[in-house]
């Protein structure tokens, strides 16, 4: 799906959108603080560049889908529990928005921050 045509045009479902689906998704999980993109993503938060979509990554296929999300959570939940929520919650968000099937979300959980 991720290229589609039918009667009326084509459709594409950009891999920035699949990464939108899939922040939103995590941040309605209790215990996810924000999405963590690294150094570079820290460097660029202080000169004053929001990205919202930092720290996750979107590999395509024809009819599949695999993420790879980094987090930071909130000091003293649950990291295994917040991982799996995580997990559910994307898969489910990205299947049912795109109709595409989720293979695999590797959760990393880079830090650990006091809210």
Not at 52 to 76: P, T
């Amino acid at each position: 799906m991720p290229d589609e045509k039918n009667d009326i045009g084509n459709i594409k479902i950009s891999d920035e959108a699949i990464a939108s689906i899939a922040s939103i998704a995590a941040k309605q999980v209790d215990g996810v603080l924000d999405m963590d993109g690294g150094p570079v993503g820290t460097l660029a938060e202080t000169l004053g560049v929001k990205n919202e979509l930092k720290g996750i990554k979107i590999d395509m296929g024809k009819e599949s889908v695999s993420v790879e999300i980094n987090l930071i959570v909130a000091f003293g939940s649950d990291v295994s529990e917040i991982a799996t929520a995580v997990q559910e919650k994307i898969k489910e968000a990205i299947e049912n928005m795109t109709g595409l099937s989720v293979e695999k979300i590797n959760v990393n959980i880079n830090r650990v921050k006091i809210p």
